[in-house]
């Protein structure tokens, strides 16, 4: 079984010290860090490129999970891997642009992790083909595109159609991961949870990431949790 990983994405951080914020996350007790690259073209909504995250691998300790929200991974892959994220990946709603399988293969041939993410509305069965040249799935419990979104539990049953279908990698869930979802998630097997607005809008992020960890790992334990189950399925 994959470990727990709790992944804080830094589209919820304050840009204006973002060093503090990544130190922050990592003191508290992250386990990676997931970045948010959006184009204005997939998603409706910019956010950075390969510039800022080459300055977040400089001031970082902990893994780079970056989330190409990109119409053209292609043309880009390279310079974000040259910027140094441990992990890419990208989504097969792109599939029409290029050769999905090859671009698997060359970032791992790179001596980096793949990953594949589906936006709610598309069926994991898309991945079929690809389960053998992952190391991830990262799958949207948001429309991608904005933080803050509530958590959508029509989303869980994808977990185990991963799992049926042969993918033995990790599985990822992104959008709405909170305090009150996380347990859902994990009893369908996700083990690597996204979370911005509740690590980065919690006072106490080293309580907030801990009370995620146990939350998902009681959760994985076959739900014999005697907390937090009471109010999954809400965002908050
Ligand atoms: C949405 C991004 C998510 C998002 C998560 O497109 O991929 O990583 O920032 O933010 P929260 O946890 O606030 O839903
Ligand atoms: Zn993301």
Same mark, same amino acid.
């Given at each position: 079984?994959?470990?727990?990983?709790?992944? &804080?994405?830094?589209?919820?951080?304050?840009?204006?010290?973002?060093?503090?914020?990544?130190?922050? %996350?990592? /003191?508290? =007790?992250?386990?990676?860090?997931?970045?948010?690259?959006?184009?204005?073209?997939?998603?409706?909504?910019?956010?950075? =490129?390969?510039?800022?995250?080459?300055?977040?691998?400089?001031?970082? #300790?902990? &893994?780079?999970?970056?989330? !190409?929200?990109?119409?053209?991974?292609?043309?880009?892959?390279?310079?974000?891997?040259?910027?140094?994220?441990?992990?890419?990946?990208?989504?097969?709603?792109?599939?029409?642009?290029?050769?999905?399988?090859?671009?698997?293969?060359?970032?791992?041939? @790179?001596?980096?992790?793949?990953?594949?993410?589906?936006?709610?509305?598309? &069926?994991?069965? @898309?991945? /079929? &083909?690809?389960?053998?040249? !992952?190391?991830?799935?990262?799958?949207?419990? %948001?429309?991608?595109?904005?933080?803050?979104?509530?958590?959508?539990?029509? %989303?869980?049953?994808?977990?185990?159609?991963?799992?049926?279908?042969?993918?033995?990698?990790?599985?990822?869930?992104? =959008?709405?991961?909170?305090?009150?979802?996380?347990?859902?998630?994990?009893?369908?097997?996700?083990? %690597?949870?996204?979370?911005?607005?509740?690590?980065?809008?919690?006072?106490?992020?080293?309580?907030?990431?801990?009370?995620?960890?146990?939350?998902?790992?009681?959760?994985?334990?076959? =739900?014999?949790?005697?907390?937090? /189950?009471?109010?999954?399925? #809400?965002?908050?």
């Amino acid at each position: 079984m994959h470990p727990v990983r709790i992944a &804080p994405s830094l589209l919820a951080a304050d840009f204006t010290t973002l060093r503090d914020e990544v130190q922050s %996350v990592e /003191r508290a =007790g992250c386990d990676w860090l997931h970045l948010d690259v959006m184009d204005g073209h997939f998603v409706p909504n910019l956010t950075f =490129g390969p510039f800022i995250v080459a300055a977040i691998k400089k001031c970082a #300790s902990k &893994p780079l999970d970056v989330h !190409l929200m990109i119409s053209d991974p292609w043309q880009y892959a390279d310079a974000f891997l040259d910027a140094g994220s441990d992990l890419l990946t990208f989504h097969i709603e792109v599939e029409d642009g290029g050769d999905v399988g090859a671009l698997l293969k060359h970032i791992r041939s @790179r001596g980096k992790q793949a990953g594949l993410s589906v936006q709610p509305d598309t &069926p994991v069965e @898309r991945l /079929r &083909p690809f389960v053998n040249d !992952l190391d991830l799935v990262l799958i949207m419990s %948001v429309f991608a595109g904005f933080g803050g979104q509530k958590f959508m539990t029509s %989303v869980l049953p994808k977990v185990q159609e991963l799992r049926a279908m042969g993918f033995a990698g990790e599985i990822s869930m992104d =959008g709405g991961i909170a305090a009150g979802t996380i347990a859902d998630s994990a009893a369908a097997g996700t083990n %690597v949870f996204v979370a911005g607005t509740a690590v980065f809008g919690a006072d106490d992020r080293v309580a907030r990431i801990a009370e995620l960890r146990q939350l998902a790992m009681r959760a994985r334990d076959g =739900g014999r949790a005697d907390t937090g /189950r009471a109010s999954s399925g #809400s965002a908050s």
